[in-house]
């Protein structure tokens, strides 16, 4: 009968990961994940939040997990990509590697804002070139695809095309494009750092004025993110 050490190990080594990256994906170690895969540590002594992690890296559910109820991808919206797995070693992300990276449900206004939704779902995958997460200095866990909507980051961003945002990089870098919000909204704008400690917020679009946020008001600003790849045909 299978176990939850079992289910886990199969599930990591069907996305041909190391344990060493799983346990970086979902914020443990690989000597964790070890200790999981051999049922030294029971589902029981282990954080919730921890194993909804898990889950999520391995596209599945907790209840799948720890029980071995249901589907084992239920919300798998296409079959995956098997890759090469090294059981005893690193995963081998070679140039010929390939990652998924989740598509989430949210449109981030490229116009005046728009409110932030109430759930966040994940619609599908995208494959990404792992050398090219390599080259840009990326981490597959880091980066989310969301959908652009309006007119105001044309021509860099046009209606409907989708961006890669880096959510590990927070930091404003001036004059890069960013995901944020601010107060109830949720924007794509390129960022400037002003000297007295206030926030340039600009649109491509000349169309669109400029904003500037105080820096009492600083604390209302959210950075999301900054966006590190694009992808459509706006403008075609």
Known sequence: MQTFGHRIQALRRELGYSQRKLGTLIGATGPTIFNWESDTTQPDRIRRSLLESAAEALNTTVDYLIWGKGDAHPNEPFPMQRVRAEDDGEYQDDDEGEVRIPVYDVRL??????QPPEFIETLERLTFKSSWLRKKRLREADLRIVTVEGDSMVPTLWGGDKVAVNINQ??????RVFALAYGNDLRIKRLFWLADGRL???SDNKAYAEEIVNSEEIDRVV???QVMHKMGEGGL
Do not use: K, S, T
């Open 223 to 225: 950075i999301i993110g």
């Open 109 to 114: 206004q490229a116009g005046p804002g728009a």
């Open 170 to 175: 927070r930091n404003v870098v001036d004059g």
């Open 200 to 202: 340039r917020i600009v």
